[in-house]
């Protein structure tokens, strides 16, 4: 359908699970994308390369940026970029995370910081940095969260800085207002992605879990397409829980399916 015809979307930590996801949905639909990865050399540049080639042959432009979004000079030189070669930003997709898998009241000062500078000030660097260009597009900011944002985990600190983040959501909504620049948050349930390998060391339990109950990255960028588009126009401020009604069905007991069935 074109929905996204010769927008451009950056999608932050994009060349791998929901991030890569989201970056083919919107090339789909006709948008020249922004792949942006972290670590320089190694599987993310390796699959951040082997992203661009696919989208390049849909017949989109796309941009292949490294960056580390809790530098400040790294975001704007990435930014920059995206001014130089792509002229305009339409959609930011802020997805990118990095977390260890330990209970907060163990964490070194290291992780702790780490924690929040890409989790919530390296997100914060990227709003900043993209004003300028999403104020002339009058554009839109989509925050990828998780239900670690509302629900308790021993072992998933991150959760804190989703929620925070889904505040900042809301408060840029407002703030933003004024610039025609919306702000809203996606928050996903359980995705088989490559962190679902450790968060099930971590998670009692958790492949008790109906198979339905799992969400599938494309589920994710279908909303953040929705979104993006003229669609989701009348949508700010406000979190989307994608995770299958698994939220909804918190309390029952982990044998039962959805059917009264056992799994």
Same mark, same amino acid.
């Given at each position: 359908?074109?929905?996204?015809?010769?927008?451009?979307?950056?999608?932050?930590?994009?060349?791998? #699970?929901?991030?890569?996801?989201?970056?083919?949905?919107?090339?789909?639909?006709?948008?020249?994308?922004?792949?942006?990865?972290?670590?320089?050399? #190694?599987?993310?540049?390796?699959?951040? $390369?082997?992203?661009?080639?696919?989208?390049?042959?849909?017949?989109?432009?796309?941009?292949?940026?490294?960056?580390?979004?809790?530098?400040?000079?790294?975001?704007?030189?990435?930014?920059?970029?995206?001014?130089?070669?792509?002229?305009?930003?339409?959609?930011?997709?802020?997805?990118?995370?990095?977390?260890?898998?330990?209970?907060? $009241?163990?964490?070194? $000062?290291?992780?702790?910081?780490?924690?929040?500078?890409?989790? +919530?000030?390296?997100?914060?660097?990227?709003?900043?940095?993209?004003?300028?260009?999403?104020?002339?597009?009058?554009?839109?900011?989509?925050?990828?969260?998780?239900?670690?944002?509302?629900? +308790?985990? %021993?072992?998933? %600190?991150?959760?804190?800085?989703?929620?925070?983040?889904?505040?900042?959501?809301?408060?840029?909504?407002?703030?933003?207002?004024?610039?025609?620049?919306?702000?809203?948050?996606?928050?996903?349930?359980?995705?088989?992605?490559?962190?679902?390998?450790?968060?099930?060391?971590?998670?009692?339990?958790?492949?008790?879990?109906?198979?339905?109950? +799992?969400? $599938?990255?494309?589920?994710?960028?279908?909303?953040?397409?929705?979104?993006?588009?003229?669609?989701?126009? #009348?949508?700010?401020?406000?979190?989307?829980?994608?995770?299958?009604?698994?939220?909804?069905?918190?309390?029952?007991? %982990?044998?039962?399916?959805?059917?009264?069935?056992?799994?």
């Amino acid at each position: 359908m074109n929905i996204l015809k010769d927008k451009v979307v950056l999608i932050t930590g994009s060349s791998r #699970g929901i991030g890569r996801a989201i970056a083919k949905k919107c090339a789909l639909e006709g948008a020249d994308i922004v792949v942006n990865y972290r670590k320089a050399g #190694g599987s993310s540049q390796a699959q951040a $390369e082997e992203l661009c080639t696919e989208i390049g042959g849909m017949g989109r432009r796309v941009l292949m940026v490294h960056a580390d979004i809790a530098v400040r000079d790294s975001v704007r030189s990435m930014l920059g970029e995206v001014t130089e070669k792509m002229g305009r930003l339409d959609c930011l997709i802020l997805n990118a995370a990095k977390a260890p898998f330990k209970p907060i $009241e163990k964490l070194f $000062e290291r992780e702790l910081r780490q924690l929040v500078d890409t989790n +919530y000030t390296g997100n914060i660097f990227c709003i900043q940095a993209a004003l300028p260009l999403l104020e002339k597009s009058e554009g839109k900011i989509i925050f990828i969260s998780s239900l670690g944002s509302r629900f +308790y985990n %021993p072992a998933y %600190p991150l959760g804190s800085m989703k929620a925070a983040m889904e505040s900042v959501m809301r408060d840029c909504a407002e703030s933003l207002r004024s610039k025609n620049i919306s702000a809203n948050a996606v928050c996903g349930g359980i995705v088989k992605t490559d962190s679902f390998k450790v968060l099930r060391q971590f998670w009692d339990n958790i492949d008790m879990l109906p198979a339905g109950m +799992y969400v $599938e990255p494309e589920e994710i960028a279908d909303v953040v397409l929705f979104l993006c588009s003229d669609a989701g126009r #009348g949508i700010s401020g406000q979190t989307i829980v994608v995770d299958r009604g698994l939220s909804n069905a918190i309390c029952r007991t %982990p044998g039962d399916r959805a059917d009264n069935t056992k799994i």
